[in-house]
């Protein structure tokens, strides 16, 4: 009888909730405009159910390290799926606005816990030479879900009805649940040191504001000098939670781990390339529709061609890691992403579909690599017992990245707008800024070309000639 390896298995389950949870978001912020005339209300009202869910993420990431190492991973993977898959039936269900954005609150709970701790799981459960080959299913669907998420949802709204996006949530979560159960183990820590509240408050309330202000930034959710004053309150307050954290014996978001070069490297070099690429999902579909006229399947249709790249990488991403190296890899291949996305750039209205689908399938599969690789550079030297802390530290940036990656985008579209002194956004805007986001996401290089030649080799496998 056939049998999954459980190095296969488990990252296989871990991935499909995560798939799940990335997937969900792009969903609905296709399907709003038509979630919001059923609910009777404006669609810039329904952006708070978006807003709100990055709330519950920003409060509840960072105390999902604690909670594993307290109550054991897999109890709180398991949960986080129950809270989550509660969460999308109340969404289904919703007659209000207010039902839907509590709704959403409740579903970012259950998503906040769901991500660092699902990666958790697999971290504990791989050892360190099986590490980039687990951790490469987990880059599909930070990579697939922004691409299938749009055209998923405006068929569903187009052609059923948009609380089906809510129900199909529950066969896949069901399932990730009865899995967890019989093949992940339940690692927990002996001894568990006291939640640090007053870390947890002004992480809690930091954090908030800074993705709201991130989230809102430009989009005509609140009006700007709020979202400004929301990041400048967030970034304080997130000032003060490092001036806290230095005094703490036990703080929820250990700082000494950027002391780690790998982790630093990994962690806030991918900070600054996570942005840049975090602006795709929103500019190439803008280009794509407000530019060339597509409608907005066939731009989900060209835009699939990521997905296909990111899928094939991951079958190789580990042997080009073991014949190179982490430094290598990560430096030369940071350049060939970055112009892959400037290239984006230059698409015009005649470029042929075939050019494009090339272009956005070769980056899909520079993307999936590099993100395979900072996520295994960045736990390559991480202890045991402080792996719960790590991945809560890195969900934590990873977040922030994304939320930058829309802002970034938006302000580099709006600024080659005024710039260039058109009225509307064509498609003479988008060349700028692309090239400004993939300069973004370039400057990774500061601290990816400081690695050490053999960072990484115990997980790689890359054997220093010489």
């Known amino acids: 009888m056939f049998r999954i390896p459980k190095l296969v298995l488990i990252p296989m389950i871990v991935a499909c909730a995560l798939f799940m949870e990335n997937m969900d978001s792009t969903v609905i912020a296709t399907s709003l405009p038509t979630i919001a005339r059923d609910l009777g209300e ?10 709100s869910y990055l709330l519950s ?25 129950w809270v989550f898959m509660g969460g999308s039936m109340l969404c289904a269900f919703s007659n209000s606005l207010l039902g839907f954005v509590a709704a959403r609150f409740v579903q970012g709970m259950g ?31 930070a990579l697939v879900g922004p691409v299938i998420g749009p055209p998923l949802g405006g068929f569903i709204s187009t052609y059923f009805h948009w609380r089906w996006i809510f129900f199909i949530n529950i066969p896949i979560s069901i399932i ?24 947890f408050m002004l992480s809690a309330v930091s954090l908030s504001l800074l993705m709201m202000g991130l989230a ?12 400004v004053l929301c990041v400048v309150i967030g970034a304080i307050l997130l000032a003060g939670y490092v001036f806290q954290a ?31 690429i975090g602006a795709i999902p929103f500019l190439l579909p803008l280009m794509l529709q407000l530019g060339f006229g597509l409608n907005s399947f066939e731009s989900g249709m060209l835009t ?58 070769l980056g899909g599969c520079f993307r999936s690599l590099q993100f395979t690789s900072l996520n295994a550079l960045s736990y390559a030297d991480i202890d045991k017992p402080v792996m719960s802390q790590a991945t809560s530290m890195a969900s934590v940036v990873q977040q922030l990245a994304a939320g930058m990656g829309i802002t970034v985008g938006a302000l580099a579209l709006q600024g080659s707008n005024w710039f260039q002194g058109h009225a509307q956004i064509v498609a003479g805007d988008f060349p700028p800024a692309f090239l400004f986001v993939s300069l973004v996401s370039l400057s990774s290089l500061f601290w990816l070309n400081r690695l050490a030649k053999d960072a990484g080799a115990e997980i790689s496998g890359h054997q220093s000639e010489g």
């Not at 993420?57 to 799926?81: E, H, K, N, Q, Y």
């Not at 899995?179 to 339940?186: D, L, Q, R, S, V």
């Open 176 to 199: 990730g649940i009865v899995m967890a159960g019989i093949h992940i183990e339940n690692l927990k820590e002996a001894q568990t040191p006291p939640l640090d509240i007053p870390g």
């Open 216 to 227: 809102t930034f430009g989009r005509h959710l609140l009006p700007t000098p709020i979202s």
């Open 246 to 276: 230095r005094r703490t014996e036990h703080p929820l978001l250990n700082l000494d781990l950027f002391r780690i070069p790998s982790f630093n490297a990994g962690v806030t070099g991918g900070f600054f390339f996570r942005i840049g």
């Open 304 to 361: 699939c061609a990521s997905a296909i790249g990111a899928i094939f990488m991951k079958t190789i991403a580990a042997k080009i890691l073991q014949r190179y190296g982490f430094r290598s890899v990560l430096v030369t291949n940071t350049v060939l992403v970055t112009a892959s996305l400037a290239v984006i750039g230059l698409f015009t209205r005649t470029t042929p579909a075939m050019v494009i689908i090339s272009i956005l399938l």
């Open 57 to 81: 993420l920003a409060i509840f990431i960072p105390i999902s390290g604690w909670m594993a190492d307290r109550f054991g991973a897999r109890t709180v993977f398991r949960t986080a799926i």
């Open 42 to 51: 404006n669609p810039i009202a329904l952006k708070l159910a978006l807003t």
């Open 111 to 141: 998503g906040a816990m769901m991500v660092p701790v699902g990666r958790l799981v697999v971290l504990r459960s791989a050892t360190k030479e099986e590490l980039v080959r687990a951790l490469s299913y987990l880059t599909i669907p």
